[in-house]
């Protein structure tokens, strides 16, 4: 049951054209084509990257990030209290006037002491700069070196120059070493990204991130199985394009280079919009999804393809959206861009605390309707 199972999801007509299947993809004549067990390279690739990352890190993002100034100020940390520790670990970070108050009864502090812990055991959970830092430039270091890479690899293809030549003589396209490499390194990047998601940092798009990873694999694998392999590489070069110039604004951002990073943010946002809003879904996305019916009947493999990169251009808006807020916010010149995808990534709170104990020291300090009232001033001093 299980191997006719098996015949039936494999079935030529599931994933090819008429009149095509999975015997086109068999070697021959000196030529090679992309075979399913290619794919498991993809595991110990992954885990390569897993350890040259910590290297990286610890050898060169360092390094680096000393000698670009990076610092963090020190935190003060929440003195220790059961009570409070549960309630921030069960229940709530950011707890409502009427918890505050209720633990305030509990643990025989004030309202303001309790609100000071857990602003200072927010800030605790914190990334620090320097971890935000070696992330950053981990990607930046990847992302530059790919996408030239596979700008090396594609700039003397036929189908670079014109896109329509992906689907020449499809699927019997023999595989060229260069493309082998491109996507198995592409793709055992991204592998690695998902298995280093819990420790990396979180942000505000973590959701939308896991199901970018898992699209961008499956997207990446699919297109390696049924040598889709042109479209593909074009694919991953578009997408390369921008990142890295998004890394790297974030490592100036951190370091407090304010007009280099601003600079290079304009000019990511620039390229994000020509590559995925523009290039992606007008060339790209038209050649896999509306040229392919003049050459071809419809089939599941078609519709599973093209689902994907719909998927994939749903996030490339929403992102879009996000650095359109953050280019509206960057105009008026009066702060540095930040990465609106963080979750308090680039805005650290830390001086609340000596803003709320200078104003408790303060005569005029006063309550309204039994707590302090919010206070960001500090924001705006920046």
Known sequence: MISRLCELIWADWIWFPEGHGWGDLTDHDGKVYPKPKDLWATIPI???????????????????????????????????????????????????????????????????????????????????????????????????????????VLIDKPWFHDVKQVWEDFPKMPLVPSQYWYYMIELGFYVSLLFSVASDIKRKDFKEQIIHHVATILLISFSWLVNYIR?????????????????????????????????????????????RLVILPFWIIHTTMVYPLTLYRPFLGFYFFNGLMCVLQVLHIFWAALILRMVIKFLPGNDIVEDERSDKEETESEDEDNDHERREKSKNGHMQNGHTPLNNNHRKRH
């Open 231 to 275: 479209a593909g590489t074009l694919i991953m070069l578009i997408h390369d394009a921008a990142d890295y110039l998004m890394e790297s604004a974030k490592m100036f951002n951190y370091a407090g280079w304010r007009k280099t990073c601003n600079f290079i943010f304009t000019l990511f946002a620039a390229v994000f919009i020509i590559t």
């Open 46 to 152: 992954a885990l390569c990257f897993l350890v040259i990352r910590q290297i990286f890190e610890r050898k060169v993002a360092i390094p680096l990030a000393v000698l670009l100034g990076v610092s963090d100020k020190q935190r003060v940390q929440a003195s220790p209290n059961p009570t409070l520790e549960s309630h921030f670990c069960s229940t709530s970070k950011h707890p409502p006037q009427s918890s505050i108050e209720s633990l305030s009864k509990q643990t025989g502090w004030s309202v303001r002491q309790v609100q000071r812990w857990f602003r200072r055991r927010r800030n605790q959970d914190r990334p620090s700069k320097l971890k935000k830092f070696r992330e950053a430039s981990w990607r930046f270091t990847f992302y530059l070196l790919a996408f030239f890479a596979g700008l090396a």
